[in-house]
């Protein structure tokens, strides 16, 4: 099993930016890429930010250009860099980790307000 803890969320007014980190433990060795989607009130969960194994990374069209997503190999965490936010983006944030044979995992979420 992999276990996901995310931190970072929180209230930032607009223009604002926020970094949220997503540390994975446990059966690491699986995972084949991690991520971060997000929530908001009403609304269906999206895909914000992904990196494969091989570096790669996928962004919302919405984020494109404002947020950034990293990781670091040695401490098995996952950064999303978020700049320039709107209101729009807030949400609960969740940081999801795929793995060979073990399906998806999720952390418990972390919120992200963006408000004056």
């Known amino acids: 099993q992999v276990q996901l803890v995310e931190s970072g969320g929180g209230l930032v007014q607009p223009g604002g930016s926020l970094r949220l980190s997503c540390a994975a433990s446990g059966s690491i060795f699986s995972i084949y890429a991690m991520g971060w989607y997000r929530q908001a009130p009403g609304k269906q969960r999206e895909l914000v930010a992904n990196?494969?194994?091989?570096?790669?990374?996928n962004y919302a069209d919405s984020v494109k250009g404002r947020f950034t997503i990293s990781r670091d190999n040695a401490k098995n965490t996952v950064y999303l860099q978020m700049n320039s936010l709107k209101p729009e983006d807030t949400a609960v944030y969740y940081c999801?980790?795929?793995?060979?044979?073990?399906?998806?995992?999720w952390g418990q979420g972390t919120q992200v307000t963006i408000s004056s």
């Open positions: 999801n980790a795929e793995t060979e044979g073990e399906g998806g995992y």
């Open positions: 990196i494969i194994s091989g570096g790669s990374t």
